[in-house]
């Protein structure tokens, strides 16, 4: 009996040590951010390194097992520059830095690499717009198959948009108001198919002008044999 105590005591004890360590290692990460961020108006002012995990920290939102999902930090007057320590932030969702005064290049590590700081492979919206971002966009990003929302407008960001992978689904307008070679947009798709058996708008038009010139070709033999019996 006492061996079955001591043992699910020892479980217990590791988990607890598993989850400070994993909120330990989101923590850090996101110390390593507001390490290289000037910050006038105390935004991180709760960011407590001492504490078990973030998810007590004011712009921080985690999940049902204390894992980061969400970073806001939009319109917090923040400057400097991004890192790659939050690619280590495995389970983030939301990252939220739009409308501050961020400079430098976006990290390939926010892509989804195969190294050990790139994991966002739960990213779904990552708004970056209205900063100083400068240099190129990183492929990385591409990769990242979740990416539904993403705003990288009004930087200055040089060099092609990409347009495989995730970035496939986003128009113009997310890149707008940089030094960026933005792809023209597709094309809209034809109203109808001939292929599926219908038929098109031009054809049709083509098909009435034709019918037309019949009915009117027609009218005028007509009237002419008339005279003529007359």
């Given at each position: 009996?006492?061996?079955r105590?001591?043992?699910?005591?020892?479980?217990?004890?590791?988990l607890?040590?598993?989850?400070?360590?994993a909120?330990n290692?989101?923590g850090?990460?996101?110390?390593?951010?507001?390490?290289n961020l000037?910050d006038?108006?105390?935004?991180?002012?709760?960011?407590?390194?001492?504490h078990?995990?973030?998810?007590?920290?004011?712009?921080i939102?985690?999940?049902?097992?204390?894992?980061?999902?969400?970073?806001?930090?939009r319109?917090?007057n923040?400057?400097?520059?991004?890192?790659?320590?939050?690619?280590?932030?495995?389970?983030?969702q939301?990252?939220?830095?739009?409308?501050?005064?961020?400079?430098?290049?976006?990290?390939?590590?926010?892509g989804?690499?195969t190294?050990?700081?790139?994991?966002?492979?739960?990213?779904?919206?990552?708004?970056?717009?209205?900063?100083?971002?400068?240099?190129?966009?990183?492929?990385s990003?591409?990769?990242?198959?979740?990416?539904?929302?993403?705003?990288?407008s009004?930087?200055?960001?040089?060099g092609?948009?990409?347009?495989?992978?995730?970035f496939?689904?986003?128009?113009p307008?997310?890149?707008?108001?940089?030094?960026?070679?933005?792809p023209?947009?597709?094309?809209?798709?034809?109203t109808?198919?001939?292929?599926?058996?219908?038929?098109?708008?031009s054809?049709?038009?083509?098909l009435?002008?034709?019918?037309?010139?019949?009915?009117?070709?027609?009218h005028k033999?007509?009237?002419?044999?008339?005279?003529?019996?007359?």
């Amino acid at each position: 009996m006492e061996r079955r105590i001591s043992v699910c005591i020892w479980l217990i004890l590791a988990l607890n040590l598993f989850s400070r360590g994993a909120g330990n290692a989101e923590g850090d990460a996101l110390n390593a951010l507001r390490a290289n961020l000037a910050d006038p108006n105390n935004v991180f002012l709760s960011w407590d390194p001492t504490h078990v995990n973030p998810c007590l920290w004011q712009n921080i939102t985690c999940n049902s097992e204390n894992s980061v999902i969400s970073v806001d930090l939009r319109n917090a007057n923040l400057s400097g520059q991004l890192v790659p320590e939050l690619g280590q932030l495995s389970n983030l969702q939301y990252l939220e830095l739009c409308n501050n005064n961020i400079s430098g290049t976006i990290p390939e590590e926010l892509g989804n690499l195969t190294t050990t700081l790139g994991k966002l492979r739960k990213l779904r919206f990552l708004r970056l717009n209205n900063n100083s971002l400068t240099g190129q966009i990183p492929m990385s990003l591409t990769s990242i198959d979740t990416l539904q929302g993403l705003d990288l407008s009004n930087n200055r960001l040089v060099g092609d948009v990409p347009v495989n992978g995730s970035f496939s689904r986003f128009n113009p307008v997310c890149f707008t108001n940089n030094r960026l070679n933005v792809p023209p947009p597709a094309p809209p798709p034809p109203t109808a198919s001939t292929s599926s058996g219908l038929i098109s708008i031009s054809f049709l038009s083509s098909l009435s002008i034709i019918f037309r010139g019949y009915v009117s070709n027609f009218h005028k033999e007509l009237s002419s044999n008339i005279q003529s019996d007359l």
